[in-house]
């Protein structure tokens, strides 16, 4: 009976780790020697430090990609273990 919530949980788990920015941004700003620089870090960095709009799109445009292919996976493989009680096999 836990499965739905465990699936939304693990879709927006998936969502929310890959747009981790706000730390690595406030702690550190990509630490020493860029150990901190996280995927979204280096957009926003390329995007309003260096004022490379374009390619700062780009690279959104793939981040987006990720994101969709991932929660993609996620969702096909609920067939396999998510109940729901009003289904009959």
Do not use: C
Not at 21 to 29: L, R, W
Not at 34 to 59: C, E, I, K, P, V
């Amino acid at each position: 009976m836990l499965t739905p919530t465990i699936f939304f949980n693990l879709v927006m788990g998936v969502i929310g780790a890959m747009q981790t920015f706000g730390e690595a941004y406030v702690m550190t700003k990509g630490g020493p020697m860029n150990s901190t620089l996280f995927f979204n870090f280096y957009l926003f960095d390329h995007a309003f430090q260096n004022f490379r709009m374009g390619y700062a799109s780009a690279l959104a445009w793939v981040l987006f990609i990720l994101i969709l292919a991932l929660t993609a996976l996620v969702v096909k493989s609920s067939a396999a273990w998510v109940y729901y009680e009003g289904e009959r096999n």
